[in-house]
């Protein structure tokens, strides 16, 4: 059994409850209008125009996501949530599925980009933009590099990102009301 996941109880599941109704308000919403515009006429220098989500609505809901998909002990991680449920035979083959969009949401990839010989994937735009651009500026920013190299890749690059976020928001709360909150009902006293 999977240590964070044998600390998870009623409380833990209430708090993740909570915290995944917070990702489901309307301000986070706007993580789905986003817009890249590349014009290119024969023989001339193409334009890219990018319309992103504001910069401070997207740092509000990785903070908030972030303790879905921290690893290190977190008892509120998606992946130990599952557990639990696994752990407590809790809707098994429904818990294994959600458990398995979770863990290949990163290995999707339906836009190839190539930069020399670097493959961008889904799973190094994801992590690069999160780690070098969110949450660890200090870090070497040799991801970012790559990925500002070219003024097409970039907004690519971030359609990617935001793919994945608005995934994981989905997953995150689709899975909060068909199971934890289920759970609740039937368990909580």
């Not at 599925?97 to 670097?118: H, P």
Request: aromatic share 10%; proline share 2%.
């Amino acid at each position: 059994m999977n240590k964070s996941a044998n600390s998870i109880d009623i409380k833990t599941l209430t708090r993740f409850k909570e915290k995944a109704n917070v990702l489901w308000a309307d301000k986070y919403s706007v993580l789905n209008r986003q817009k890249v515009s590349i014009l290119m006429k024969a023989g001339e220098v193409g334009t890219v125009s990018t319309e992103f989500p504001n910069e401070d609505i997207v740092k509000s809901f990785l903070m908030d996501v972030r303790m879905f998909i921290l690893k290190d002990g977190n008892k509120f991680n998606f992946e130990n949530i599952c557990q639990f449920f696994i752990d407590n035979s809790f809707e098994l083959k429904k818990i294994s599925e959600w458990l398995d969009t979770y863990k290949k949401l990163l290995d999707q990839d339906t836009m190839r980009i190539k930069v020399g010989q670097k493959e961008l994937t889904t799973r190094m735009v994801f992590h690069t933009i999160l780690n070098e651009e969110h949450f660890h500026q200090e870090m070497d920013q040799k991801g970012m590099a790559i990925i500002k190299i070219s003024p097409l890749i970039e907004p690519i690059a971030r359609m990617k990102f935001f793919d994945i976020l608005i995934k994981l928001r989905l997953i995150i709360c689709a899975f909060n009301k068909q199971v934890v909150e289920k759970y609740l009902e039937e368990h909580a006293s």
